[in-house]
């Protein structure tokens, strides 16, 4: 161990980016072939598809609950990075994953494993933006999303 640098060679805990915040979307692309993907009933995507729905994130150190709200229905998952945690994606297509969240650079990626393969989503700031990436088996759903004042 260097005693000038008592962490050397060991993983930091430090946080790249302050997700925290109130944000509604402005930019949704290819929503309908993720849910498709998903296997999301029709009449559920059709209504889906219309919705602009707000990310409330709250973010207390490594821990993290972020909340999706919408006028059909309202999601909400809590979670601690680096630890496994069973998830029911309630709202989407109602499956139970095995997820785990972890930062990679300045990226916060989920890795859900489940009945679909390639699964999970990643967020990450693009200067006021709050970009979200959700993907499933060949298909990405790109979401932008802009804090609320």
Known sequence: ????????????????????GTWNM???VNFEGYMVALGVDFATRKIASMLKPQKVIKQDGHCFTIQTLSSLRNYECSFKTGEEFEEVTKGMDNRTCKSVVNWE????????????????????????????ELTCGDQVCKQIYKRTM
């Open 1 to 20: 161990m260097d005693a000038a640098h008592p962490d050397a060679g060991h993983l930091t805990s430090k946080m790249p980016a302050n997700l925290s």
């Open 26 to 28: 402005v930019s949704n």
């Open 105 to 132: 650079n300045e990226k916060l990626v989920c890795v859900q494993k489940g009945e679909k393969r390639n699964r999970g989503w990643a967020h990450w700031l693009e200067g006021d933006e709050l970009h979200l």
